[in-house]
């Protein structure tokens, strides 16, 4: 999930998340799929990353210039799909993409999709993000923390306090400040809590993956 306050670089988050919903097809673990939006800034964030989809082209992956390609595979596809009509038919509206040919599916962004739906329950490895205005940041760190995954979280403000806040409240093995959670580095401890599994991956955690620990005791 990401979450945008009131005071955040609107341009800034906007590029990130459209960039980070939708490369790859979404088809990455830590792409963007919840934006929760402050309320004070909500139209203005929303009509720019509108805005910044808008830009985004679809075509033959071998292209550089394309920015979205095919799923993985027709099932990939047909289950994505299923799961925007859901949130359509709960009452979600879609403002961008739904469109589908084949294995390709437009860049998506449905407004307040029900939070027992699957896009916004499940991971959609697809490209379809989520959008929905909050009062306060509290009420997005709650959100995030009903869902079952905890691998990484973004949050786009300037606030100290709300970074602490963000950083005490949401079970994430990672909290990503001003930029999406699509970012990793291979220093990090980069892995989740919870249903997103246990272990860690960066260069440390991997050199003890290949390790094995042994016991040596010499008694007089």
């Not at 990455?28 to 808008?54: G, P, T, W």
């Not at 100290?160 to 806040?165: F, L, S």
């Amino acid at each position: 999930g990401v979450i945008v306050g009131a005071d955040a670089d609107l341009n800034w988050a906007a590029a990130r998340c459209a960039w980070g919903a939708y490369y790859y097809s979404g088809q990455v673990c830590i792409s963007v799929q919840r934006i929760f939006v402050h309320e004070k800034v909500y139209a203005q964030f929303k009509d720019l990353l509108l805005k910044n989809m808008a830009e985004l082209k679809l075509g033959d992956p071998k292209n550089e210039a394309t920015d979205i390609g095919p799923l993985i595979d027709d099932r990939s596809a047909d289950r994505v799909d299923s799961w925007v009509k859901e949130a359509l038919a709960g009452g979600g509206r879609l403002i961008a993409g739904g469109k589908r040919e084949g294995r390709v599916i437009s860049p998506t962004l449905v407004e307040d999709a029900p939070s027992t739906c699957k896009l916004a329950r499940e991971e959609a490895f697809g490209p379809v993000a989520t959008i929905e205005k909050v009062p306060s940041l509290e009420r997005a760190y709650d959100l995030i923390t009903e869902g079952a995954y905890g691998l990484q979280a973004g949050i786009f403000t300037k606030d100290v306090g709300a970074i602490m806040a963000a950083w005490d409240r949401l079970p994430m093995g990672g909290l990503i400040v001003n930029d999406i959670p699509a970012y990793r580095s291979d220093a990090m401890p980069y892995g989740g809590n919870r249903d997103s599994g246990p272990g860690r991956e960066g260069v440390k955690y991997a050199m003890e993956e290949f390790t094995e620990p042994r016991t040596l005791v010499l008694r007089g």
